[in-house]
């Protein structure tokens, strides 16, 4: 589908108006599972909004960046809404949700991108430059989260004074990767990630850059401001529910607060751009991991309730699991259908683990 193709899925603007709805039903008092049920259903149309978005962006400036400027926006709202909870005491549900995007989005988003890219074109090709950057960069997050955790474990720290500390410079270290790797693929190697733009530019964008980067920003904004509605109303929706918080925010919240990276991902692989779908999950992850965690961590003080990167060992474990499974399908630069179920499956299986956690 070209950039300026009509979508088929204009009746779901309809959803649109879930926005208003879930407003009006926060302002007035609503029970928290009506305003969570609207929001969430809100969330969907305003994915879609942003996924148009995000595809003339990319014919603009190609697939490496268009997934970084979808990712970005998509994971302000993950900031917002983090810093928000932080604000509330919620740290716990803020470090599971952190957890859970990441998961989300190597698992989940990327292999339902590849389950129906391959189910529709059967082989797809993407950078191998791409995903072995990427996994290198994960490879790094996770060790950035597993030192804590083990610094923990073997020097027991009750007041979490040195965490704390510690989570600091590995938060700064984690920062300075990630800005080093946006050096890395959009300054001096460029080209080595610019083997599919000149294709997927080739129709041109039908809309202006203006009103490409007006849709991203007002869309994001929406966005942003549904999730906070749907986070206030978790725990009283979940408690109806008899969900544990702890499975909420790895789970339930990363998927509806993602839901804008996961249409677009699978959108693009529909598209036969899954150049650009690998790129939005991968950015995805590496923003939470070396980015929204370690501002989280340095915004949580000044908030009152300071968190760490000391993470508990399911979560880490869970972590390094998801980047290896995700080295083994992305590394030859192809994939089918078959490869993206399996993505899934794992995610499956861990998420069931947690639905079990006490």
């Given at each position: 589908?070209?950039?300026?193709?009509?979508?088929?899925?204009?009746?779901?603007?309809?959803?649109?108006?879930?926005?208003p709805?879930?407003?009006?039903?926060?302002?007035?008092?609503?029970?928290d599972?009506?305003?969570?049920?609207?929001s969430a259903?809100?969330?969907l149309?305003?994915?879609?909004?942003?996924?148009?978005?995000?595809?003339?962006?990319?014919?603009?400036?190609?697939?490496?960046?268009?997934?970084?400027?979808?990712?970005?926006?998509g994971?302000?709202?993950?900031?917002?809404?983090?810093?928000?909870?932080?604000r509330?005491?919620?740290?716990?549900?803020v470090?599971?949700?952190?957890?859970?995007?990441?998961?989300?989005?190597?698992?989940?988003?990327?292999?339902?991108?590849?389950?129906?890219?391959?189910l529709?074109?059967r082989?797809?090709?993407?950078?191998?430059?791409?995903a072995?950057?990427?996994?290198?960069?994960?490879?790094?997050?996770?060790?950035?989260?597993?030192?804590?955790?083990?610094?923990?474990?073997?020097?027991?720290?009750?007041?979490?004074?040195?965490t704390?500390?510690?989570?600091e410079?590995?938060?700064?270290?984690?920062?300075?990767?990630?800005?080093?790797?946006l050096?890395y693929?959009?300054?001096?190697?460029?080209?080595?990630?610019?083997?599919?733009?000149?294709?997927?530019?080739?129709?041109?964008p039908?809309?202006?850059?203006?009103?490409?980067?007006?849709m991203?920003?007002?869309?994001?904004?929406a966005l942003?401001?549904?999730?906070?509605?749907?986070?206030g109303?978790?725990?009283?929706?979940?408690?109806?529910?008899g969900?544990?918080?702890?499975?909420v925010?790895?789970?339930?919240?990363?998927?509806?607060?993602?839901?804008?990276?996961h249409?677009?991902?699978?959108?693009?692989?529909?598209?036969?751009?899954?150049e650009?779908?690998v790129a939005?999950c991968?950015?995805?992850?590496k923003?939470?991991?070396?980015?929204?965690?370690?501002?989280?961590?340095f915004?949580?003080?000044?908030?009152g309730?300071?968190?760490?990167?000391?993470?508990?060992?399911?979560?880490?474990l869970?972590?390094?699991?998801?980047?290896?499974?995700?080295?083994?399908?992305?590394?030859?630069?192809e994939?089918?259908?078959?490869?993206?179920a399996m993505?899934m499956?794992?995610?499956?299986?861990?998420?069931?683990?947690?639905f079990f956690?006490?």
């Open positions: 589908m070209s950039a300026g193709a009509p979508r088929k899925l204009r009746p779901i603007w309809l959803l649109l108006a879930a926005v709805a879930a407003a009006i039903a926060h302002w007035a008092g609503a029970p599972l009506a305003v969570f049920a609207l259903i809100a969330i149309p305003l994915s879609a909004l942003l996924g148009d978005a995000t595809e003339h962006l990319a014919a603009r400036v190609g697939p490496v960046a268009g997934g970084v400027v979808n990712a970005s926006l994971n302000l709202a993950e900031l917002i809404i983090g810093v928000l909870a932080l509330a005491g919620m740290v716990d549900l470090k599971a949700s952190i957890t859970g995007s990441i998961l989300g989005n190597l698992l989940l988003v990327l292999g339902a991108s590849q389950l129906a890219g391959g529709r074109h082989v797809q090709r993407f950078s191998r430059h791409l072995g950057m990427n996994v290198s960069l994960l490879v790094v997050a996770v060790v950035g989260l597993v030192v804590p955790a083990l610094f923990h474990a073997a020097h027991p720290d009750p007041g979490q004074r040195l704390q500390k510690m989570s410079f590995v938060a700064a270290l984690l920062i300075v990767g990630y800005a080093l790797s050096l693929s959009m300054g001096t190697h460029r080209a080595l990630f610019a083997e599919g733009e000149e294709a997927e530019g080739a129709a041109g039908a809309w202006t850059l203006r009103r490409t980067v007006g991203l920003v007002g869309v994001s904004a942003a401001w549904m999730s906070e509605m749907l986070v109303a978790t725990q009283g929706a979940v408690a109806a529910a969900l544990s918080e702890f499975f925010g790895v789970v339930v919240v990363p998927i509806i607060g993602n839901a804008a990276e249409s677009t991902a699978v959108l693009m692989a529909l598209d036969r751009q899954l650009v779908g939005i991968f950015e995805s992850s923003q939470i991991a070396l980015l929204v965690a370690p501002l989280l961590v915004l949580s003080g000044p908030l309730h300071p968190i760490t990167l000391e993470f508990g060992h399911l979560e880490v869970s972590l390094a699991l998801a980047v290896g499974a995700t080295a083994l399908v992305t590394l030859d630069g994939t089918h259908w078959l490869e993206g993505l499956g794992v995610y499956a299986i861990l998420a069931l683990v947690f956690v006490p």
